[in-house]
C-alpha cells in the first residue's frame, strides 16, 4: 500500500466527522482509506492535464424553478422525525459558541 | 504609542434576497410565521430530496453583479461546503467556491480624502441556515427551519477600506444600490443584511498584511464602527506588547463592547467543498445577460444627477431624497401628479422626516399614497389651507392616509378669504389691543406679529395671513 494515513490525521477525519472510533474502528477505517486513496492513484497513472475537471455525468445544464410558491405548511411533516419537539420546533442540546 | 498604525478591513456581506421563494425549494420566504411552517424535504436535508434553482435568484445575483461593476461568470456552479451545527439540517450549505457568479468589481465611496473604489472580489449565492433559539431555563436549543434555504448573496470585499467611516460609506452604497435594483430590503436590524468584519493591522507604510481576525454577524453600522474601534485596539495592544494577533473568528458583543474569539480547536475552519452533484452548472448566454443589462433601474447616482439637473433640485435634497429607495420613488409618485418638484421635496424633507423622526419610524415605513400628499401640496398652493392647517391636515394624511380634500371639507379648515368677515374680526381685535396698534405707530413693526397672531387665532386659524397683514396694514 502505498498511501499511509497517520494517526493524527485519523484523529482529525475523526473530529472532522464527529465521529468518536474506538481503537480498532480507527485501524480499520485507516485501511479502508488507504486503499481508497491507492485507488484514486490509478488516475495518475493516466494523462489528464489536458481534462476539464468533470462535477457532472450528463451534460445537462440550466435547471430552474420559476419564483412561485406551491408548499404550503410543512411544519407537521417536518417534524414527525423529530425526537424530541416543543412549539412546533426541533429540540437539541444547547449550542452556544463560547 | 510611538509607532503610527493603519487598520486594513475587508468585508463579507450576506445579503437576504427579495424572492418568493426559497433558493432550491418551493418553500415560502415570508417573515414572522411558526416555527417549521415553511419547510419541505428539500430545505430539512431530507435523504433523497433534490433541490432545484430558483431563476430568479441567479437573475437578482447577476443584476447586483452588473450594478457593482463586476464580471459575470457565464460558466458558474454550486459546491457544497461541510460543517456540522444544528441550524444545517444537511450537515452541508449548497455555497459557490470554484466559479461564483460574479468576480473582480468594485464600487466608489465618497471619503475625506475624495472619491475612493472598493474592490469586489466576488459575489457567490447560497442557502441561509434555520434559526436557532436557546432556552434560558433549560439546556436546550429550539430549532427553526423557516429560514433554512432562504436564497442569500455573499458579496466578498477586497482589503480595500482603512477606516469605520469607510466600511459604513461601502455598506450604505451596497445597501443603496440593491434596495434601488428590488434584490433586497437590506434591513439590518431584520438580519436581511450581515457583515463579516476580517480586519488587521500594520505599521504605517509596510507592505505586508497583519494577520487577521473576522468577526461575524455584525447586527447595525453603529455596532460595526465600535466592533471596528476596539478590534484595532485590541490588535495593536498586543502587537505593543510583543505577543502575536492569532488569526481566529471573534464574536462582538456590543452590549459589553468587547469580543471573544469563537471557535475552538474542535471546530477546526476545514469546510472540505467539493461539488455539488445534485445541481447542474449555470450556462448564462450574452442574450441572457444583455436581458439583465437591459432591465437594469435607475440607481442612485443616477437619480441623484437627474433630479438635479430635470427637476431643478439643489445637491442636498436630491441627496435626501435618494439616499433610501422608497422616498425618491414617492418623490418622483407625487411630482407626476402635482409637477411642482421643489414642494414635494420640502414636504419630504422637512415634514415628512419629522415625523418619522416623532415616531420612531424609517422612511422604508411610510405608508400614506402620494396622491394624498399632492392634494395637500394643491390645497396650500391654490391657498384654499394655509400652511398651518396644511401641516396640521399632513399629519392626519402621514398617520392615516386620509384624503386631504374630504378632510378639509368636513372639518371646515378652509382658510376664510372672505374679506368683509376678515375685515370685521381685525376692527375687532384693534378696537382690544389699543397698547401695540400705539406700538406699532410709534414705530414697532414688531408689535404687527401680535395683532396678525391674535386674528388668526380669533379665526382658529383659518385666515389665510397675506390677506390678514394687507388689511391690517390698511385699518392701522
Known amino acids: 500500500m502505498a498511501n499511509v494515513i497517520s494517526d493524527e490525521t485519523m484523529g482529525y477525519v475523526g473530529i472532522l466527522a464527529k465521529l468518536e472510533?474506538?481503537?480498532?474502528?480507527?485501524?480499520?477505517?485507516?485501511?479502508?482509506?488507504?486503499?481508497?486513496?491507492?485507488?484514486?492513484?490509478?488516475?495518475?497513472?493516466?494523462?489528464?492535464?489536458?481534462?476539464?475537471?468533470?462535477?457532472?455525468?450528463?451534460?445537462?445544464?440550466?435547471?430552474?424553478?420559476?419564483?412561485?410558491?406551491?408548499?404550503?405548511?410543512?411544519?407537521?411533516?417536518?417534524?414527525?422525525?423529530?425526537?424530541?419537539?416543543?412549539?412546533?420546533?426541533?429540540?437539541?442540546?444547547?449550542?452556544?459558541?463560547? | 504609542m510611538s509607532k503610527q498604525y493603519e487598520t486594513v478591513i475587508g468585508l463579507e456581506v450576506h445579503v437576504e434576497l427579495a424572492t418568493k421563494t426559497k433558493i432550491f425549494c418551493s418553500c415560502s420566504t415570508a417573515f414572522g410565521s411558526a416555527p417549521n411552517t415553511h419547510t419541505c424535504p428539500v430545505c430539512t436535508g431530507m435523504p433523497g430530496s433534490l433541490p432545484v434553482l430558483n431563476k430568479q435568484v441567479v437573475e437578482y445575483a447577476m443584476a447586483v453583479g452588473v450594478a457593482t461593476n463586476c464580471?459575470?461568470?457565464?460558466?458558474?456552479?454550486?459546491?457544497?461546503?461541510?460543517?456540522?451545527?444544528?441550524?444545517?439540517?444537511?450537515?452541508?450549505?449548497?455555497?459557490?467556491?470554484?466559479?461564483?457568479?460574479?468576480?473582480?468589481?468594485?464600487?466608489?465611496?465618497?471619503?475625506?480624502?475624495?472619491?475612493?473604489?472598493i474592490g469586489i472580489h466576488e459575489i457567490h449565492m447560497e442557502e441561509d441556515a434555520g434559526k436557532l433559539v436557546h432556552d434560558d431555563w433549560e439546556e436546550v436549543s429550539l430549532v427553526d427551519y423557516n429560514r433554512s434555504g432562504v436564497p442569500l448573496i455573499e458579496i466578498v470585499?477586497?482589503?480595500?477600506?482603512?477606516?469605520?467611516?469607510?466600511?459604513?460609506?461601502?455598506?450604505?452604497?451596497?445597501?443603496?444600490?440593491?434596495?434601488?435594483?428590488?434584490?433586497?430590503?437590506?434591513?439590518?436590524?431584520?438580519?436581511?443584511?450581515?457583515?463579516?468584519?476580517?480586519?488587521?493591522?500594520?505599521?504605517?507604510?509596510?507592505?505586508?498584511?497583519?494577520?487577521r481576525t473576522e468577526m461575524k454577524n455584525i447586527g447595525s453600522f453603529k455596532a460595526i464602527a465600535r466592533a471596528i474601534e476596539a478590534e484595532t485596539a485590541r490588535q495593536i495592544d498586543l502587537i505593543e506588547s510583543g505577543e502575536k494577533v492569532v488569526q481566529e473568528t471573534r464574536r462582538w458583543n456590543d452590549e459589553q463592547g468587547y469580543s471573544y474569539a469563537m471557535r475552538s480547536k474542535e471546530d477546526a475552519q476545514d469546510y472540505r467543498y467539493f461539488p455539488e452533484p445534485d445541481l447542474v452548472p449555470i450556462v448564462i448566454s450574452d442574450e441572457w445577460l444583455q436581458q439583465v443589462k437591459d432591465n437594469q433601474p435607475e440607481l442612485r447616482d443616477e437619480k441623484l444627477k437627474r433630479y438635479q439637473e430635470e427637476f431643478g433640485l439643489p445637491e442636498y435634497d436630491a441627496q435626501i431624497l435618494t439616499s433610501v429607495k422608497k422616498l425618491a420613488d414617492v418623490f418622483e409618485a407625487t411630482t407626476e401628479l402635482c409637477k411642482k418638484p421643489k414642494k414635494v421635496s420640502n414636504w419630504l424633507m422637512g415634514e415628512t422626516m419629522r415625523l418619522l423622526k416623532e415616531h420612531d419610524m424609517d422612511p422604508e415605513d411610510i405608508k400614506f399614497s402620494p396622491i394624498n400628499l399632492a392634494k395637500v401640496i394643491e390645497l396650500t398652493e391654490a391657498g384654499t389651507i394655509n400652511s398651518s392647517v396644511a401641516k396640521d391636515v399632513f399629519e392626519k394624511v402621514f398617520s392615516e392616509d386620509i384624503d386631504p380634500d374630504k378632510y378639509v371639507e368636513e372639518k371646515g379648515l378652509k382658510t376664510v378669504n372672505d374679506e368683509g368677515a376678515l375685515r370685521e374680526t381685525i376692527e375687532k381685535i384693534i378696537q382690544d389691543n389699543p397698547q401695540s396698534v400705539e406700538d406699532y405707530r410709534n414705530g414697532k413693526e414688531k408689535a404687527i406679529g401680535f395683532l396678525v397672531g391674535q386674528t388668526m387665532k380669533a379665526m382658529k386659524g383659518k385666515a389665510n395671513p397675506g390677506m390678514v397683514n394687507k388689511i391690517l396694514k390698511e385699518l392701522l
Open chain 2, 157 to 211: 470585499s477586497e482589503p480595500d477600506m482603512r477606516s469605520a467611516e469607510e466600511v459604513i460609506a461601502y455598506l450604505d452604497k451596497l445597501r443603496m444600490i440593491i434596495q434601488y435594483l428590488g434584490a433586497s430590503d437590506c434591513k439590518m436590524q431584520e438580519g436581511s443584511m450581515r457583515a463579516d468584519v476580517n480586519l488587521s493591522v500594520r505599521e504605517v507604510g509596510a507592505k505586508e498584511f497583519g494577520t
Open chain 1, 21 to 98: 472510533l474506538s481503537e480498532e474502528e480507527k485501524q480499520a477505517a485507516k485501511k479502508d482509506m488507504e486503499s481508497m486513496l491507492d485507488y484514486i492513484d490509478k488516475l495518475n497513472e493516466l494523462d489528464t492535464s489536458k481534462v476539464e475537471p468533470m462535477s457532472h455525468v450528463f451534460p445537462v445544464k440550466n435547471v430552474f424553478r420559476e419564483d412561485v410558491v406551491e408548499n404550503g405548511d410543512g411544519g407537521e411533516a417536518t417534524l414527525a422525525n423529530a425526537p424530541e419537539k416543543r412549539d412546533r420546533a426541533f429540540v437539541v442540546p444547547k449550542t452556544v459558541d463560547q
Open chain 2, 71 to 117: 464580471q459575470i461568470n457565464q460558466y458558474s456552479k454550486f459546491d457544497r461546503k461541510n460543517y456540522f451545527y444544528p441550524d444545517n439540517p444537511q450537515n452541508y450549505q449548497i455555497s459557490q467556491l470554484y466559479l461564483p457568479i460574479c468576480h473582480d468589481g468594485g464600487i466608489e465611496i465618497e471619503t475625506e480624502n475624495g472619491k475612493k473604489t
